[in-house]
């Protein structure tokens, strides 16, 4: 079944470039090589240590802002 429903699209398409990059960091940081460009070849387990690293910092982030009042 094909959908035409694009779940990777970036909101704000601006943003797509800095994106990447925290995607890199994040990725870095979970000890994950990333290249540049499709990475099909990453394991579930990878993919997910680096979208659940990213979740994890954008919290960080989040609680940080209201603590500051922003």
Known sequence: ?????NRNKTMV????????RFKMEAANEVGVQLK????G?????QA???G????K????KYE???ANGQ
């Not at 540049?36 to 990475?39: A, H, K, R, S, V």
């Open 1 to 5: 079944m094909s959908n035409n429903n």
């Open 13 to 20: 398409p601006e943003a797509k470039a800095a994106m990447n």
């Open 36 to 39: 540049d460009g499709y990475n």
């Open 41 to 45: 070849e990453l394991t579930s387990r």
């Open 48 to 50: 997910g240590s680096i």
């Open 52 to 55: 659940g690293q990213m979740v």
């Open 57 to 60: 910092k954008m919290i960080k």
């Open 64 to 66: 940080e802002d209201l």
